[in-house]
């Protein structure tokens, strides 16, 4: 499956939390995420505070584990998400 993830930063957090993610190494990272997710991108909006990755992963349970890793940070949504080819192939099958 895949994954959107989007945050927003709590108000004055966004110094604190840049500073601490920018000393995680890739290593580290990956570790943090677990061997059931495979982080496909992630982008930042550092003037805002927010940000979105897509991940993907076949449990449920370790990507809102993940989330709930940087929750008390920041305000997270995580959305199952699917690409044309399979929103075309459901489109299909509900005979639009």
């Not at 991940?55 to 993940?66: G, R």
């Not at 008390?72 to 489109?91: H, K, L, N, W, Y």
Request: a negative charge.
């Amino acid at each position: 499956m895949t994954f959107l993830i989007s945050w927003q930063l709590y108000q004055g957090r966004l110094h604190p939390v840049l500073a601490h993610f920018s000393k995680v190494t890739e290593e580290q990272d990956k570790a943090l995420m677990g061997p059931e997710i495979t982080l496909i991108g992630r982008w930042h909006d550092l003037v805002s505070g927010t940000g979105v990755c897509i991940v993907e992963s076949d449990s449920v349970e370790a990507v809102t584990a993940y989330a709930l890793k940087w929750n008390s940070e920041m305000d997270i949504t995580v959305q199952p998400v699917m690409d044309d080819a399979m929103a075309r192939e459901m489109g299909e099958r509900l005979s639009l």
